[in-house]
């Protein structure tokens, strides 16, 4: 899960000034500036009085301006961060005060009049501008737009907010108590309804918070997204049960035992050299829940979970999170320090991350590598494994409670379930007290199995505590992304099997970098999506690489 003052003058140079060809890398100059969803410059009323311009003065003010922006965004990502995994327990209540001095910091610059006034003169037609220079005036104006009518104070409220929920939630699951964090997860829907409220009092607030994550997305869109995926892989994974149940079963016990958890914390050093992370500029920790955040272009932050139990988990949450900061610090450099640094929707987030956790790190092709390294720290209990022994394994199907645990096939309907349940609790059909119940009843429905607890039931997932209802959806979403973007990288003439058996997957991240990483936010989902492929997103590949996948593994 990715992941959100006055400054001296850096050495790096400006964003405007900065040389933006990269190579093969799509040049920022050359990127399209209608930003579909965001606001068009051009549409923003004008002030005639703050219109009157003096270029080189407005450059500068923008350029101060995305600095001020930025040192916000590092310190918040830095602190949040470090509050997940290394803070003391007692530094939440703190922690939360200083995160939400940050949001409000961050309000007032990009909600003062002088930021409209510079806005409004830097849209007009007659302003003189970079390609970048317009594609940041058009971001901020979106940026803005989010945030000029929600009070400065909802905006703090609620960042204060999700640091003590987070920090309930913590708790809540240590002591397996829902009811603990029920009333955080209550306060946390009411202000959300607020904000959206505010934000767009015609609109369905929880379609408010489904477009923050994913541009353009509603209910509607993903009501009907869901029954495709559903209507397609429920009769495989039926078909699969069947044949288990006939005894076609990987043998799972292969990846049981006790994994040393300072060995394991090796092998998550060596998974970052395997994907072609740069460990330079990487920090590694450990947390409760997995997630990954980049301060900068140059600075990325990866948390894993490590289970002693379970080293599985370890190996593909790392794939998965190294996959968010692979996108992360693959954006356009001259973009860092600029509203165009950092990925431009979760779904697209999510489509890097699940791209390599499971197009990658779970393709047949690429198990003797991770095995080798795997094998390398773990001799005794899995040197004798083969890479057909661990490719079953790391597919097995196997409906369960974890959503992170999940096999590909099941994992849509942890999902699902989630988006349910968001669903019930905006439209007021739900109380925060029966999530847990109404949760254990879908586990049922959806996938067959009893609930056992909160923590390994409603209370495993951090996304909640932290506001992100509406988040849970990019992650289906992301999956379909991300067989479409393998779809069109083969149809590019990139030979698959052959990159991933040669364990140097160079020329797919170099595919994903002149396709989606360098380009930040500088065009939106759709744009992205569109110029990658070819075609508008589509359930078309995703659920022919399940079927194709499953029926290959269980032999049907």
Request: proline share 4%; net charge negative.
């Amino acid at each position: 899960m990715d992941n959100a003052n006055e400054t001296q003058q850096m050495s790096k140079p400006k964003a405007e000034d900065a040389p933006v060809d990269l190579g093969a890398h799509p040049k920022a100059e050359d990127a399209p500036v209608d930003l579909g969803a965001h606001p068009k410059a051009e549409d923003a009323p004008v002030d005639l009085g703050a219109a009157l311009t003096n270029p080189k003065a407005d450059a500068e003010e923008l350029n101060q301006l995305e600095q001020n922006l930025f040192v916000t965004r590092y310190c918040s990502a830095e602190i949040a961060g470090f509050g997940m995994s290394i803070d003391p327990q007692g530094a939440a209540q703190t922690r939360s005060k200083v995160l939400s001095l940050l949001e409000n910091r961050r309000h007032d610059l990009l909600c003062s009049q002088k930021t409209a006034d510079l806005l409004a003169r830097l849209s007009c037609p007659s302003a003189v501008l970079t390609q970048t220079q317009k594609a940041q005036v058009a971001i901020l104006q979106h940026d803005r737009q989010k945030l000029v009518d929600v009070p400065s104070e909802l905006a703090q409220k609620f960042a204060e907010l999700t640091c003590i929920a987070d920090d309930a939630w913590h708790k809540a699951k240590a002591q397996n108590s829902w009811e603990m964090f029920a009333p955080y997860l209550k306060q946390i829907i009411e202000t959300m309804k607020e904000i959206a409220q505010a934000r767009d009092s015609k609109k369905d607030p929880y379609d408010v918070w489904l477009d923050e994550y994913e541009q353009g997305t509603t209910h509607a869109f993903l009501d009907t997204f869901f029954e495709e995926v559903k209507s397609g892989i429920a009769p495989l994974l039926h078909d699969v049960l069947i044949k288990q149940n006939k005894g076609f079963r990987p043998n799972t016990s292969l990846f049981a035992g006790k994994f040393d958890i300072m060995r394991q914390r090796l092998l998550a050093h060596d998974i970052i050299d395997l994907m072609g992370l740069d460990k330079n500029h990487v920090l590694v920790v450990d947390t409760e829940h997995p997630y990954s955040d980049a301060p900068s272009i140059n600075y990325g932050i990866i948390a894993t979970h490590l289970h002693e139990h379970d080293v599985l988990s370890n190996v593909f949450s790392m794939f998965h999170e190294g996959g968010h900061t692979l996108y992360e610090t693959g954006v356009n450099p001259a973009y860092d320090c600029t509203s165009l640094k950092g990925g431009t929707s979760y779904g697209i987030h999510e489509s890097q991350s699940r791209f390599f956790e499971n197009y990658i790190a779970r393709d047949r092709n690429f198990a003797p590598h991770i095995l080798r390294l795997m094998a390398h720290h773990f001799q005794g209990q899995l040197g004798r494994v083969t890479p057909q022994q661990f490719w079953q394994v790391s597919n097995a199907v196997k409906p369960g409670l974890i959503r992170m645990d999940a096999d590909e096939l099941t994992y849509p309907f942890h999902i699902m379930i989630r988006y349910e349940i968001e669903k019930q609790l905006f439209a007021g059909e739900l109380d925060v007290e029966d999530v847990a119940a109404t949760w254990n009843k879908l586990y049922k429905e959806y996938l067959g199995v009893e609930v056992s607890d909160p923590a390994h039931g409603a209370l495993q997932d951090m996304h909640w505590s932290s506001g992100y209802l509406g988040y849970f959806p990019g992650y289906a979403v992301g999956d379909a992304i991300g067989a479409q973007l393998k779809h069109a990288i083969i149809a590019s003439g990139i030979a698959w099997d052959d990159v991933l058996a040669s364990g140097d997957l160079a020329p797919i991240r170099l595919w994903l970098k002149d396709h989606i990483w360098s380009y930040g936010r500088s065009r939106t989902p759709h744009e992205l999506i569109e110029q990658a492929s070819g075609e508008a997103l589509t359930t078309t590949y995703y659920l022919d690489y399940l079927t194709q996948k499953f029926t290959a593994l269980y032999n049907l």
